[in-house]
């Protein structure tokens, strides 16, 4: 019986390999077994937390710590969240110059709106950012929804709070940002 490591086999080397030992039952080639499956399931693991996950690549406490760093220091300049003009032509070209909320034409002051709120850590990136009409933008306000079913939500002073219009406005960017023409166009201009 040739003895080599599971990660080197895979997954269907290592069954390969069992099987071919003749007892299938043999507690070695179970634990052999084992380890590819361990050893799937922790680079399938590690792929899924790098896709799923991009806005807690850097802990939220570390990019509040770097922001205030940055404001005391005078680097800041009262920019939070600052979108530069080329970030701001590229998310207009990817959203088709119209509000991904409610889909109207935003040709006079579009906004350009961090997805995942800059306010509890997300990242001035084109990844974060959608355009939105001013006043779903401001219906918008920080809503966000966290997979454990909790959701913030906080509105700009003036503005009347409207959840379910935040709601609905989070929803139809999560879609939009499902479609590969977005990108495409993002890239390509």
């Not at 896709?51 to 404001?71: D, E, I, K, Q, T």
Request: glycine letters at 12%; charged letters at 25%.
């Amino acid at each position: 019986m040739r003895l080599l490591a599971p990660a080197v086999l895979g997954p269907a080397g290592a069954l390969a390999l069992w099987l071919e030992a003749g007892d299938p039952g043999r507690l070695g080639g179970l634990a052999l077994l084992a380890a590819a499956g361990l050893v799937l399931a922790l680079a399938a693991g590690a792929w899924a937390s790098l896709c799923f996950s991009w806005p807690a690549l850097v802990p939220a406490g570390w990019r509040r710590r770097y922001r205030r760093r940055r404001r005391e220091a005078g680097l800041d300049r009262g920019r939070a969240g600052y979108i530069s003009g080329r970030l701001r032509r590229r998310v207009r070209l990817a959203d088709r110059n119209a509000c991904t909320g409610c889909g109207a034409p935003a040709l006079r002051h579009p906004h350009v709106d961090h997805f995942f709120p800059f306010s509890l850590g997300g990242r001035t990136v084109f990844l974060n950012c959608m355009l939105l009409c001013p006043e779903c933008n401001e219906a918008k306000g920080n809503y966000w929804e966290f997979p454990s079913g909790r959701s913030v939500y906080r509105v700009m002073d003036g503005v009347r709070p409207d959840r379910p219009r935040a709601a609905a406005i989070l929803a139809a960017q999560r879609r939009a940002r499902r479609r590969p023409g977005r990108w495409i166009r993002a890239l390509m201009g």
